[in-house]
């Protein structure tokens, strides 16, 4: 009977170790209660298997989703949030991040520019006006009117259908938890 009852709750090992205790004594005294040991069992093995199919699905999830690879920034999608170093100069690589832990920055936007046979003051200002607008409907504020920063990659020179410039934001030396889409930030 104990063992039935410490097996309701999820006790696992103390159930299994008061089941073969009752097997034992059940089968040297013939006393009654074997159906009660194994059915101690029998919802222990259900409990490991429960257990087990919740923790492959949760690292499932993550490994899916690539929550800690380090990827290049031309890699990263729309919506996923990231940790790199936001104040360097270039930025080539970044690991995916949990967007529900601390992080620096999400890729909000993949807008279309078209840079070709611009300088490069002129493309930043380009990709700058493009993101700018993508921003103020991400985060529900202005860019201008934001505590956030903004920043953008370009992918490639010429506009293509799924966008050319990677708009980013963030908040170097502070870092992010929960996406910043309709954050009001």
Not at 58 to 82: H, P, W
Not at 99 to 110: D, I, L, M, Q
Request: aromatic content about 6%; hydrophobic content about 45%; glycine content about 10%.
């Amino acid at each position: 009977m104990a063992a039935l009852v410490t097996s309701l709750p999820g006790l696992v090992p103390v159930a299994v170790v008061l089941a073969g205790i009752a097997l034992r004594r059940i089968k040297r005294t013939g006393s009654r209660g074997k159906r009660l040991a194994y059915g101690a069992l029998a919802i222990s093995l259900c409990w490991t298997i429960a257990i087990g199919v919740a923790v492959a699905l949760g690292l499932y999830g993550d490994r899916k989703a690539g929550i800690g690879r380090t990827v290049a920034i031309s890699e990263v999608v729309v919506q996923q949030c990231f940790d790199a170093d936001l104040e360097a100069e270039t930025l080539r690589v970044v690991r995916i991040a949990d967007c529900a832990v601390a992080h620096t920055g999400e890729a909000y936007a993949r807008v279309r520019a078209n840079l070709a046979g611009l300088s490069a003051d002129d493309k930043g200002t380009v990709a700058t006006q493009q993101c700018a607008t993508a921003f103020g409907a991400f985060v529900a504020k202005p860019y201008e009117q934001s505590e956030l920063d903004m920043y953008y990659v370009v992918l490639e020179d010429r506009a293509v259908a799924d966008g050319n410039v990677l708009c980013l934001v963030g908040m170097p030396g502070t870092p992010l938890t929960g996406t910043m889409r309709g954050s009001q930030r």
